[in-house]
């Protein structure tokens, strides 16, 4: 291998692109890197701040704790078993949505991203309510129906995977669904040209082409669930079984002055094992010709015919968004018309009342919180999928050691446990004179879920080919000509994708708001948050509903102008 | 009815209003708000009541209390601590009060409370955040009720009871060390209990907010938590266990800053604060357990009972404590 290859290898190219890569860096390790060489600082410094003498000693203690390695093993399992669940539900989904003739298609898309909307800790409290195994009500008609025997136990391993999984779902959902409908019909016309069936077809055409989707849903929901701390705290603290947001969480909670250097120590862990996650993601992705879909010629998704299979299927997918949406959403709204936790019975029906409606809809605070959410959620989003347009057409298409810098980089504030990172940003946001506005949310947010937005627009970057661009560009169209008229006309799904995941995000972010967040300044979450430390499970349920409404009707909006469009750059 | 309640309401104010001190009224007024910081439930009546009071508003951000001491000293070190009056737990404002972002003041207004609650030139104590057994007055029949903390150690509440994590949870991790020096005649006679008590596997939550849920909703029949629950949550059937010996819980507290943006506002803010009228509001609509004379919280019995403070344990103690229950409880 040559020098100058090398090189080459390391260095952007020179001339727009290179210059482009740069800016990025810069301006996306800005963002990122700001809070976390904060939360660096603190674990290395002693006493409570970011700066303090250096010390090895939060280190120290952290990895040498006995209990470390069980959490570990138990992270492992979570985090995995989850992405696992997460992917292949949401390629089950997404395969019959985009590629088949299932009737009711406009479920799926609602199915697939209504997890993204509630907040988690909501999804868990009703989730506990369903299975719990003294008196969860799925439990309880077990139990009627004398097999008791059979009875789930939700405070479990098991359960707390399937939660997170479900959770999670529509970050690989909408990471799957741009690349399947992106998919080119040759490819597996040539398979069924050569005599395999369908199920062939798809088992070595259709998912071997889409395995950069695939593996960046898997990652992106690993790294997402390191960091989620609902399921562990509501699930797994009651079957006292820990994780490492859990394990963090006693870091902090245990004694009045919390130590985050010390949780920051052990959130290097959750980092490290995000960056070795994107490292082997880019390897495994790194020939990125094999998965290009879209050339110049003859686009065009294939619908395949599912016949005798349709009517199970559907029914399969029925009980799926019975699971996914029926029951929590009815669970919720049941909660949010009781005065306190009950068991459904002829005495909950006396209680019933919109009280708790009243009460949240009368809080002074809550319509600026649900103002200034919605403005966050469409402004932030809007924001952050520009960028991520940008950040992704890097990554994708630039492929030096820079894209790969500026790649990691964007998952730095990601990959850290939520409740470390707000006060990463806490300390770095006091420093500027952001501190205590909106416009340090709005910073911090689009920061911290970045990914939310490169995600699905590279999987889709993937797979345009290059020859388009080249043509573009030999008709003297420059770079930003090319994106705006080739380029991203292709990426529309991608797009709305990113779009409604950063946006639903947004509306129902708790870790940042928590921390930044302050009079004048509320959003939806801290309400929530108030309503949850306060054990007010009614109010809660209300306002969560209301958050679902808000985000469903972002989620129609974004749907709505994507179709439109794609439509008038078509035709 | 509302009416004379609304006229009272004015009458009262407006006597509070006039017995302000006219110089620091004046100077309040011309600062506009003061900013408190707190992590307590359902103030807002007091706030709106001081508002309408003296024409100062009072701009109240809840800031959660394992982040307490990192917001308060974040801003601080900056030079942007915006709050003017912070109040928390006893050790949060100690550890502030140790690094400098407290002032002394001392308010007209604690005459009558305990001496115990103005505990220095600095720091004010109104309330006690009890902690009791909490219990489904619906499933547990009134012959079973606990009526001493060691009858929770009794195997029939196996798989019955709910707490927060005995491990982390620096309420529960000091109220357990109350009982040693408080409650209990011996040491060995308070580890049976803890080893009662662990034995008979209590689930775990992440604080007091989640224990009453199971307890209503019937998936434990006792909580170890907290009785202005029986208030805020009605008309759950909840009641409160009456031990025989005293209920225990770390002290509310407040203070000054030192560097408060609206140093005026933030005095006459806490002379309201400690009023009989400001508790009374405190005690009735969220069930808190305040210490001016003669207010209590309209929950049955607990005029009578006896609620004290838990000594003051350092963060070490508490970790080192924290450390031997998550043996006990044998939790990984």
Same mark, same amino acid.
């Given at each position: 291998m040559s020098r100058a290859f090398t090189l080459s290898r390391i260095r952007p190219r020179p001339g727009p692109q290179g210059g482009l890569t740069w800016a990025l860096i810069i301006l996306v390790g800005f963002l990122t890197v700001c809070p976390v060489v904060m939360l660096v600082l603190g674990s290395f410094s002693t006493g409570l701040e970011a700066f303090g003498s250096l010390t090895l000693a939060k280190y120290i203690e952290a990895y040498t704790d006995p209990a470390l390695a069980a959490i570990i093993l138990n992270t492992v399992v979570f985090t995995v078993g989850s992405a696992a669940v997460a992917t292949v539900l949401?390629?089950?989904?997404?395969?019959?949505?985009?590629?088949?003739?299932?009737?009711?298609?406009?479920?799926?898309?609602?199915?697939?991203?209504?997890?993204?909307?509630?907040?988690?800790?909501?999804?868990?409290?009703?989730?506990?309510?369903?299975?719990?195994? @003294?008196?969860?009500?799925?439990?309880?008609?077990? !139990?009627?129906l004398g097999l008791s025997g059979a009875a789930v136990n939700i405070y479990s391993m098991p359960g707390m995977i399937l939660v997170e999984g479900l959770l999670d779902l529509p970050i690989a959902y909408l990471i799957l669904a741009p690349a399947m409908s992106a998919f080119d019909v040759s490819l597996e016309e040539s398979s069924k040209v050569c005599g395999a069936s369908n199920l062939r077809t798809l088992a070595r055409v259709t998912l071997p082409v889409l395995r950069p989707a695939i593996l960046a849903a898997f990652i992106l929901v690993i790294v997402r669930s390191l960091a989620s701390f609902a399921v562990p705290a509501v699930l797994g603290m009651p079957g006292r079984i820990y994780v490492l947001a859990s394990h963090i969480y006693r870091i902090i909670a245990t004694?009045?002055?919390?130590?985050?250097?010390?949780?920051? *120590?052990?959130?290097?862990?959750?980092?490290? *094992? @995000?960056?070795?996650?994107?490292?082997?993601?880019?390897?495994?992705?790194?020939?990125?010709e094999k998965f290009v879909t879209v050339t110049s010629r003859g686009y065009r998704p294939a619908v395949i015919d599912l016949k005798g299979a349709r009517l199970p299927l559907c029914?399969?997918?029925?009980? #799926?968004?019975?699971?996914?949406?029926?029951?929590?959403?009815?669970?919720?709204?049941?909660?949010?018309?009781?005065?306190?936790?009950?068991?459904?019975?002829?005495?909950?029906?006396?209680?019933?009342?919109?009280?708790?409606?009243?009460?949240?809809?009368?809080d002074p605070v809550s319509f600026l919180a649900l103002k200034n959410s919605v403005v966050l959620g469409i402004g932030g989003a809007s924001?952050?999928?520009?960028? @991520?347009?940008?950040?992704?057409?890097?990554?994708?298409?630039?492929?030096?050691? *820079?894209?790969?810098?500026?790649?990691?980089?964007?998952?730095?504030?990601? @990959?850290?446990?939520?409740?470390?990172?707000?006060?990463g940003f806490m300390w770095f946001f006091v420093l500027t004179p952001l501190y205590a506005t909106i416009w340090a949310l709005l910073i911090g947010y689009i920061a911290t879920y970045l990914p939310y937005g490169i995600r699905p627009l590279t999987?889709?970057?993937?797979?345009?080919?290059?020859?388009?661009?080249?043509?573009?560009?030999?008709?003297?169209?420059?770079?930003?000509?090319?994106?705006? !008229?080739?380029?991203?006309?292709?990426?529309?799904?991608?797009?709305?994708?990113?779009? #409604?995941?950063?946006?639903?995000?947004?509306?129902?972010?708790?870790?940042?708001?928590?921390?930044?967040?302050?009079?004048?300044?509320?959003?939806?979450?801290v309400q929530i948050l108030r309503y949850a430390e306060d054990g007010l499970w009614g109010r809660l349920s209300a306002l969560g509903i209301i958050m679902i409404i808000i985000s469903t009707a972002l989620v129609a909006v974004a749907s709505f102008i994507g179709r439109k469009f794609a439509l008038t750059e078509r035709g | 009815m509302k009416r004379l309640a609304a006229i009272l309401v004015i009458v009262l104010t407006g006597t509070l209003a006039s017995a302000a001190d006219p110089a620091l009224l004046e100077k309040a007024r011309a600062e506009k708000k003061a900013a408190f910081y707190a992590n307590i439930t359902a103030v807002e009546p007091i706030l709106e009541a001081f508002g309408k009071a003296y024409g100062v508003s009072a701009e109240y951000t809840r800031v959660s209390t394992n982040k307490f001491v990192a917001t308060v000293l974040t801003e601080h070190q900056a030079g942007k601590l915006l709050a003017d009056v912070v109040q928390a737990p006893l050790p949060i404002l100690d550890i502030l009060k140790e690094k400098g972002v407290l002032a002394s003041y001392r308010p007209a207004a604690m005459a009558g409370y305990p001496a115990w609650a103005a505990r220095d030139e600095k720091i004010q104590l109104f309330?006690?955040?009890?902690?009791?057994?909490?219990?489904?007055?619906?499933?547990?029949?009134? %012959?079973?009720?606990?009526?001493?903390?060691?009858?929770?150690?009794?195997?029939?509440?196996?798989?019955?009871?709910?707490? %927060?994590?005995p491990s982390t949870h620096a309420t529960t991790i000091s109220w357990l060390i109350g009982l040693k020096e408080k409650v209990f005649p011996s040491e060995e006679a308070w580890m049976a209990f803890v080893k009662g008590l662990a034995a008979n596997?209590?689930?775990?939550?992440?604080?007091?907010?989640?224990?009453?849920?199971?307890?209503?909703?019937?998936?434990?029949?006792?909580?170890?938590?907290?009785?202005?629950?029986?208030?805020?949550?009605?008309?759950?059937?909840?009641?409160?266990?009456?031990?025989?010996?005293?209920?225990?819980? &770390?002290? $509310?507290?407040?203070?000054? &800053?030192?560097?408060?943006?609206?140093?005026?506002? %933030? $005095?006459?803010?806490?002379?309201?604060?400690?009023?009989?009228? %400001?508790?009374?509001?405190?005690?009735?609509?969220?069930?808190?357990?305040?210490?001016?004379?003669?207010?209590?919280?309209?929950?049955?019995?607990?005029?009578?009972? $006896?609620?004290?403070?838990? $000594?003051?344990?350092?963060?070490?103690?508490?970790?080192?404590?924290?450390?031997?229950?998550?043996?006990?409880f044998a939790t990984p």
């Open positions: 949401a390629l089950f989904l997404a395969f019959l949505n985009t590629r088949t003739n299932i009737p009711f298609k406009s479920l799926f898309g609602i199915i697939s991203i209504i997890p993204m909307m509630i907040p988690h800790i909501l999804f868990c409290v009703s989730w506990a309510l369903l299975l719990n195994p @003294s008196n969860g009500l799925f439990n309880l008609l077990l !139990r009627e004694g009045f002055a919390a130590d985050y250097g010390q949780a920051a *120590a052990v959130g290097m862990s959750a980092l490290s *094992a @995000s960056i070795v996650l994107i490292v082997i993601y880019r390897r495994l992705t790194a020939a990125g029914g399969c997918v029925g009980l #799926i968004s019975f699971v996914l949406i029926v029951l929590p959403v009815a669970v919720l709204f049941y909660v949010s018309l009781l005065p306190y936790s009950m068991v459904p019975s002829a005495k909950a029906l006396g209680f019933m009342s919109w009280k708790n409606w009243l009460s949240v809809i009368r924001l952050g999928v520009v960028l @991520s347009i940008f950040v992704a057409y890097i990554i994708v298409k630039v492929r030096t050691r *820079a894209a790969g810098v500026l790649e990691s980089l964007s998952f730095l504030s990601f @990959s850290f446990p939520g409740i470390v990172i707000g006060v999987s889709a970057f993937v797979q345009i080919h290059s020859h388009l661009e080249e043509s573009s560009r030999v008709c003297g169209a420059g770079t930003l000509l090319t994106l705006r !008229r080739v380029v991203i006309p292709l990426l529309v799904p991608g797009i709305v994708s990113g779009w #409604i995941l950063m946006a639903t995000m947004f509306v129902r972010e708790l870790t940042l708001s928590v921390v930044l967040s302050r009079p004048g300044t509320e959003v939806i979450a | 309330g006690i955040e009890y902690v009791a057994p909490i219990y489904n007055k619906d499933l547990v029949k009134p %012959a079973d009720v606990p009526r001493k903390y060691e009858d929770l150690a009794d195997p029939k509440w196996r798989g019955k009871i709910v707490m %927060a994590d596997q209590p689930m775990f939550v992440n604080s007091f907010g989640p224990t009453p849920a199971p307890v209503e909703s019937g998936e434990k029949l006792i909580a170890i938590s907290m009785p202005k629950y029986i208030i805020t949550k009605a008309p759950a059937p909840l009641d409160w266990a009456r031990v025989a010996q005293p209920l225990l819980g &770390t002290p $509310r507290a407040m203070a000054l &800053t030192a560097a408060a943006p609206h140093p005026h506002a %933030a $005095r006459l803010f806490i002379d309201y604060w400690l009023s009989k009228e %400001a508790m009374k509001i405190m005690a009735e609509k969220v069930g808190e357990y305040v210490l001016a004379p003669g207010v209590f919280p309209p929950i049955d019995g607990m005029d009578k009972a $006896r609620v004290e403070p838990i $000594r003051e344990l350092s963060d070490d103690e508490i970790r080192r404590w924290g450390g031997e229950f998550k043996k006990i």
